[in-house]
């Protein structure tokens, strides 16, 4: 899967259990386009970072038993091929061997 689009899953899903606007585990997954076992999959990787959610089946919503927040963001730069030759690239003009010999080519 795209990072981008889970990135953008996981800050949907959160801003749903803040507002403890999930509905029954079925309609929760419904609103985020996934099966049920991949809600659940989804919520463990929340959980991982340490989100304290629960359920509850009165109000029929996920929650978060304690105040959390999750703060997710990334960043994409497109780097040009003189850029790249000029972070990853160059050369010496003088060979130098593997113990820091310098040989000459003459």
């Known amino acids: 899967m795209d990072i981008v689009k889970q990135i953008e899953r996981l800050k949907k899903m959160h801003n749903l259990i803040v507002a403890e606007k999930t509905g029954n585990p079925c309609e929760f997954a419904k609103k985020m386009y996934l099966s049920r076992s991949q809600l659940y999959n989804t919520i463990a990787i929340i959980k991982d970072l340490d989100a304290p959610i629960k359920y509850c089946k009165k109000r029929e919503t996920f929650y978060y038993e304690a105040p959390f927040d999750l703060e997710l963001s990334y960043s994409f730069k497109a780097i040009t091929n003189d850029e790249a030759k ?5 050369f010496s003009l003088r060979p130098i061997l593997l113990d820091g010999t310098i040989i000459s080519l003459l």
């Not at 000029?86 to 160059?90: D, L, N, P, Q, R």
């Open 86 to 90: 000029e972070i990853f690239g160059g």
